[in-house]
Structures are given as C-alpha cells and as structure tokens.
C-alpha cells in the first residue's frame, strides 16, 4: 500500500514566498544599492527571500514533490549566489 507523504510546509507560504521577490523585483533588489558597498554586500534577508523564491520555482518544476526540499534550497542558493557574484563583476 502506497501512502502519501504530506510536507509540513502549508501550501500557503509556499505561493507567498514566491509572490514576494522574484522576476523583476530580484533586479531591482540587485541593483537598488550605489557605490562599492552596495555591489559587494547584499541584505541577508534580501538573499533568503530571493533563496526562498527560487527554491519555490524549482519545487514547482518538479510538481512539489515532497523529499526534494534540501536540494531544491541548495540549487537555489547556488542560483542566487551566481547571480549575486555576476552583479558585482559587472
């Protein structure tokens, strides 16, 4: 017999996590700062939701399912820190 594994993450915050940074507004976060400072450093909350919101893309593309939620937060961390590093090259 074949149970169902629930995630204890409620759908909920899983589509508010996305809703609030991805796409465009990632951009704006990236590029909001000025000077040297602003290229080299990024809020650490900043980064954990734009983490958050690519984790949540990725857990999409794979239908949600469950068992993947670490190497989806993993990829998107590497995702993210790619770009971050790209920015300040740039």
Not at 46 to 57: H, I, K, P, S, T
Not at 71 to 76: I, L, N, R, S, T
């Amino acid at each position: 017999m074949v149970t169902k594994r629930v995630s204890p993450v409620k759908k909920a915050r899983r589509k508010s996590v996305a809703s609030e940074l991805t796409g465009s507004a990632v951009m704006v976060v990236l590029e909001s700062g000025s000077g040297a400072a602003a290229r080299t450093a990024i809020d650490p909350e900043d980064r954990r939701r734009m983490v958050a919101a690519e984790a949540y893309l990725l857990a999409e593309r794979r239908g949600f399912a469950a068992g993947n939620e670490l190497d989806d937060w993993v990829a998107a961390e590497a995702a993210v820190d790619s770009r971050l590093q790209q920015q300040q090259v740039a």
